[in-house]
């Protein structure tokens, strides 16, 4: 199964980093608590698990050009994506809280698995952003939310089951809190090698596809393969 390859591919790397993952987790962890350097620091620590899905050497230098490369960008990010999250639970409360809305029961029965959907869909979208921002060439906002989007939608299955995963390690690391510190670590690793593998899974069907559509074209403008074999 594909998703088992991307964990058991994400888990080697992120082991055989595990130590330096430490330290630049509880960097991270330092810097959420301070709240706005937060996103500088995820920036810097997804450029270590760049390096370490591709194998390549990694040293205190690449948390920096991390930060610096890639740090503005994460806090627009993040900022974009908590103000979608703000949009989605102010619906979810307007809809469940009667007296603050004049919205009919049968609405609002409605409405909130739909805005709970939607919540769900963001959340892949975040699970894939922040390894977008690094993978991808020209890594503007709306074309890394677009690109996150669009494997959610096209990969929903193994996006959810990338969640549980995600969500179990947490749970894992909460009644282990050491774990906590490395817990962003492993999600980083993740979350790059998902994309990683997916990306390059849907360019090969894409591109298997466009050739069988070719070699297609190509028997009817010829003979039938029997009469050719003659």
């Known amino acids: 199964m594909r998703v088992m ?5 994400a888990a080697v790397a992120f082991y055989d980093e595990l130590f330096f993952y430490a330290g630049v987790g509880l960097l991270n962890l330092i810097s959420w608590l301070v709240v706005i350097p937060g996103p500088f620091a995820l920036a810097g620590l997804y450029a270590v698990g760049h390096n370490a899905i591709r194998g390549r050497g990694i040293k205190w230098p690449t948390v920096w050009e991390g930060v610096k490369e890639f740090g503005l960008r994460s806090f627009v990010l993040w900022l974009t994506i908590g103000a979608v999250y703000v949009v989605i639970g102010f619906n979810l409360w307007f809809y469940l809280t009667p007296d603050a809305s004049p919205i009919p029961t049968v609405v609002a029965a409605w409405a ?4 709970l959907f939607i919540g769900l869909i963001w959340t892949g979208v975040t699970f894939y952003a922040q390894a977008f921002m690094m993978e991808l060439e020209s890594p503007r906002i709306r074309l890394i939310l677009r ?35 490395v817990w962003p670590g492993f999600v980083s690793t993740l979350a790059l ?16 596809k466009q050739d069988n559509d070719k070699s297609g074209k190509r028997r009817k403008r010829g003979k039938p393969e029997s009469l050719a074999d003659g």
Do not use: G, H, Y
């Open 147 to 181: 690109n996150s989007l669009f494997l959610t939608i096209l990969q929903p299955i193994q996006t959810l089951m990338l969640l549980m995963v995600a969500a179990l390690t947490l749970a894992v690391s909460i009644a282990l809190p050491v774990l906590l510190i």
């Open 193 to 208: 090698t998902a994309v990683r593998t997916m990306v390059e899974d849907l360019s090969n069907r894409a591109k298997d």
């Open 112 to 115: 909130t698995p739909l805005f």
């Open 5 to 9: 390859r991307i964990v058991a591919k």
